[in-house]
């Protein structure tokens, strides 16, 4: 069964600091991976989609990576700033089935 | 518009309550979802939908009944609420069924926070 595990499951950093969240599965036979933003009390926003045969998908300051065969992907967001406070999720598609880890919490200090 | 739409907001009961949260797309999407959130935040699938037929049923209490009189609604009754419903239960949408849709985005619903006393 697929596990997803999310590290850090806190982090906080200043403003305009560039930082890397973290998500592992431990089934590569995956269909994508997304990247979700929750607000507090609100629902998922979804941020970026890695299809299976991609290695990267880019918006704006954010960028995802991903590495089917380790079992990783990264959330790189740069330039950090308050309003990207929020937790993090990543999901894995495994074809019938959505997983989603645990979430890191971030905080950007003004 | 509100893509994936959820009601009610807040809900708070008593234990042994039958209770429902409605949920309407407005997206045209085919597959419809239920997750539960608990207190750690971690989102587990409940239940999938695609044109109305059922085709993920996880472990969850024959208590929780999801109904889809439509594609674009999918609804959660829970009968003789307990302690341990205390969640957020969200619902979410996308285009294709699960199977060997690489492309597919989920859209979710803003939450219903359900607190049984």
Redesign the interface.
Known sequence: KQEVTQIPAALSVPEGENLVLNCSFTDSAI??L?W?R?DP??????LL?I???QREQTSGRLNASLDKSSGRSTLYIAASQPGDSA?Y?C?V?T????Y?G??TSLTVIP | DTA?SQTPKYLVTQMGNDKSIKCEQNLGHDTM?W?KQDS??????MFSYNNKEL??NETVPNRFSPKSPDKAHLNLHINSLELGDSAVY?C?SSQEA??????????????T?LTVL
């Open positions: 269909y994508n997304q979700f929750q009390g609100k629902g998922l926003t979804s989609l299809q299976s045969s937790t999720l999901a598609h074809g019938n089935q959505f989603f645990t979430g | 994936v979802y997750y750690k935040k971690f989102l587990k699938i085709i993920i969200f979410a699960l199977q060997g849709a690489s492309t597919d985005t989920q859209y979710f619903g803003p939450g926070r």
